[in-house]
């Protein structure tokens, strides 16, 4: 089954091997209806934006999708929700997972670093919000350690995937070479993972660039998932530095947020 003819030219949909029914999207900020400086397609309700030109956006989005994508109050954190037809939106968790056909897991991003993810066999699937907070986690557990749980220790057994059965599509973020950061951030993830400081570059004063899509590659190898597609940290997938095409948060402060979506059809 084909996307609708409306689907935005610009937007992504990923290359990857997803099996049959499993249809992802990323949006751009091209096709919507909001104005400066959150023109135009902003699909986030907490930026400032006006919310009947916000619920026009999101009314375009479910047009394209053809399944109800559900948004989170996302907090950068690790919880991850199952979606079915009687949840609404809001709810606070940085990812969603479902069985259910005609949900869309939806994460916002304006440079943190959305991934999609399902199963080989096309039973689930599942996005994730993974700025580096949630990426990092507590004790080397973070958002995408919690959301692979998601895909194994499910009942009925027959539903429980191992890791090698997963694979995952990141989404464009905040570049390599625009991700500056503390000592904090460096700590936060080698303190549990030496092998992390690979993703970083020391720069003067302290400072540090982080490359958020090799940390989450990373992440992801140890679990198993080694199907990784998108991202790979190079210059075209950099929300600051395309700002025609992207929204930015750390470029322009005030900004609106793009949607990462996967469902099943």
């Not at 996307?3 to 030219?9: D, E, G, I, Q, R």
């Not at 904090?184 to 660039?209: R, Y």
């Not at 597609?229 to 210059?235: L, R, V």
């Amino acid at each position: 089954m084909a996307f609708p003819t409306h689907l935005s030219a610009d937007w992504l949909v990923p290359d990857w091997p997803a099996p049959v029914g499993v249809r992802a999207l990323c949006t751009t900020r091209c096709g919507g209806f909001s104005n400066l400086p959150y023109d135009s397609l902003n699909l986030g309700s907490h930026v400032g934006d006006d919310p009947g030109t916000v619920a026009r956006n999101r009314a375009v989005l479910h047009a394209t999708v053809v399944a109800r994508p559900v948004f989170l109050n996302q907090v950068h954190g690790t919880e991850i929700l199952p979606l079915d037809a009687a949840i609404s939106d809001d709810l606070t968790a940085d990812g969603s997972f479902t069985r259910k056909r005609g949900l869309a897991c939806t994460v916002m991003v304006a440079d943190c670093l959305p991934v999609l993810m399902c199963d080989r066999g096309g039973s689930m699937v599942a996005a994730v919000h993974a700025g580096w907070r949630g990426l990092a986690g507590v004790a080397g557990i973070g958002v995408l350690e919690e959301a692979c749980q998601r895909f194994r220790p499910l009942a009925p057994v027959e539903y429980a995937q191992p890791a090698t059965e997963i694979i995952a599509w990141l989404g464009p973020c905040i570049g390599p070479d625009a991700f500056e950061v503390g000592v904090d951030v460096v700590t936060a993830f080698t303190q549990d993972n030496p092998n992390a400081l690979q993703c970083f570059k020391s720069q003067p004063a302290g400072k540090w660039l982080a490359n958020l899509p090799a940390l989450a590659r990373q992440r992801l190898n140890a679990l198993g998932i080694t199907q990784v597609f998108g991202n790979d940290g190079s210059p075209p997938w950099c929300t600051v530095g395309d700002p025609l095409r992207f929204f930015s948060h750390r470029r322009d402060r005030v900004s609106g947020r793009h949607a990462a979506c996967i469902w099943l059809e």
